[in-house]
């Protein structure tokens, strides 16, 4: 009897596990081999300001790194820092993009499942060039909209809290999307949900407040960042809606057909989810300044739903009058898409880090101050910002000044040069030498770029700029 059983059990197991991996067709793994591929390509082909700060903010969380910008969200740090107990910051960085690439196949995957669409249509239309240029680039696109999905995966289900909370930790603008828990249609649960997502992030404020005594200090310094250190206005470019989609956008165009909206069954929690998700990030996108079309980076999930939807039934296309292939088509777009974004990837390489790694050098064992303060810290000399109105006040604390001019910094002719190259210059008093520390200030306390050069006070030009948010 025993051993029945026991065969009944492997041969059910068994079937589970060939429905699963019948999931993944040939298409799909080599959209996820290429993109990864491409990813790590990236990631080794320099340096980037923000991926360099979250793994720099991981090393300082669990190796006593020297730099901590506050900022930040902590989850992309975490990812990357925790994994530095054990192996070198360059494998952890490199562990971290291909966690993200395989977090965002399983969450296209729980999308699929829970939905009913099916992984060879959406995953692949999913992962257009900007999904992939833009993925781990900065550390926490490809990240964050992953948890998103998971949340959207299950959003029936008050574990889907757990999502909300962990994208909120990747990108402190996914709060946005905390409204659309009421397509729970259900107050108690869409309360139990919202509960379940404060749990992660209340242990960032614990950490918080352990280590600074606020348990506040990053969400005030992000939103100050935003309402005070980004208070230009950058104008709306509709190009980047279009983009941010291609080569996929088109398809939707053939929502404008009645034949194809009467084919497809639309559940309505779904449709008013997606639809929210939508709304609420377009609206964060035309709030934000700058506008980078990265902010944008969210629409891919979107298009690729309604798409996927659209052609995994070729029942929907009954109504022409030739054959019509929703395969070809699938594979045709996946082809221009992989194609493009290799383009895309290849073309446009990262910084190189020769030169920071150089300016660092230049410092000797002195602290630094600079307008690229994150990449001189990541070379291993601890940086701070500079602005050009208190650059000679520095540089009599015994600080060196690295000026790099592709940033539009005058720096001051009557200033000692240490080191002249076409690419920076370093300038310093040879006679003092301010000792290294740990670059691990809040932001008000050191975007003197901001503070200084608008001629206040930090206490009345914060003021100032609230009192214009709220008026």
């Not at 494998?91 to 699929?112: M, P």
């Not at 208070?231 to 996929?248: A, E, I, K, Q, R």
């Not at 039934?313 to 699938?330: A, P, T």
Request: charged share 15%.
């Amino acid at each position: 009897m025993e051993i029945e059983r026991a065969r009944e059990w492997f041969h059910k197991n068994l079937e589970k596990v060939k429905h699963k991996s019948s999931e993944f067709s040939i298409e799909v793994k080599l959209v996820y081999l290429v993109s990864t591929c491409l990813m790590i390509f990236q990631q080794l082909s320099g340096w980037n300001w923000d991926f360099n700060v979250y793994s720099m903010n991981g090393e300082y969380i669990f190796t006593e790194g020297i730099f901590m910008e506050w900022l930040r969200p902590p989850l992309a740090a975490f990812l990357m820092g925790l994994p530095q107990l054990v192996v070198s910051r360059s494998v952890a960085e490199l562990l971290f993009v291909l966690f993200t690439s395989t977090l965002f196949l399983y969450s296209s995957l729980k999308v699929c499942r829970h939905h009913d669409l099916e992984l060879f249509y959406f995953y692949p239309l999913l992962m257009t060039p900007i999904t992939v240029f833009y993925g781990t680039m900065n550390g926490t696109e490809m990240l964050s909209l992953s948890f998103g999905m998971l949340f959207f995966s299950e959003i029936n289900r008050k574990r889907s809290g757990i999502w909300l909370g962990l994208s909120f930790l990747v990108r402190y603008p996914y709060a946005v999307i905390i409204p659309l828990v009421l397509a729970q249609k259900n107050l108690w649960k869409s309360i139990k949900t919202l509960l379940l997502s404060a749990v992660p992030v209340l242990v960032w404020m614990v950490y918080n407040f352990v280590e600074t005594g606020y348990a506040l200090k990053s969400f005030a310094n992000y939103l100050g960042l935003q309402l005070i250190g980004r208070s230009m206005h950058d104008p709306l470019n509709p190009v980047n809606l279009l983009l941010v989609g291609l080569p996929v956008t088109p398809l939707l165009l053939l929502y404008f057909k009645q034949e194809f909206r009467n084919e497809i069954d639309f559940q309505s929690t779904e449709v008013l989810f997606v639809l929210g998700f939508v709304g609420v990030n377009l609206v964060l996108y035309m709030a934000s300044n700058p506008k980078p079309i990265r902010y944008l980076y969210p629409m891919a999930f979107p298009i690729a739903y309604f798409s996927a939807r659209l052609l995994q039934d070729e029942d929907n296309f009954e109504f022409l009058d030739r054959e019509f292939s929703c395969r070809r088509v699938l594979r045709i777009v996946s082809v221009i898409s992989l194609v493009s974004a290799v383009a895309l990837t290849v073309s446009n390489p990262l910084a190189p880090p020769e030169n920071f790694k150089q300016a660092a050098d230049s410092a000797g064992d002195c602290m630094v101050k600079s307008q690229i303060w994150p990449h001189i810290s990541y070379s291993g000399t601890p940086a701070l910002p500079i602005a050009q109105t208190n650059a000679s006040k520095a540089m009599q604390q015994g600080y060196r000044i690295v000026d790099y001019r592709d940033l539009e910094y005058g720096g001051d002719a009557d200033l000692p040069v240490v080191e002249n190259t076409s690419i920076y210059t370093t300038y310093g008093n040879e006679s003092l030498c301010k000792d290294r520390r740990h670059s691990n200030k809040s932001w008000i306390q050191t975007d003197v770029n901001v503070l200084e050069q608008a001629n206040h006070t930090p206490r009345t030009y914060l003021v100032d700029e609230i009192q214009k948010v709220i008026n």
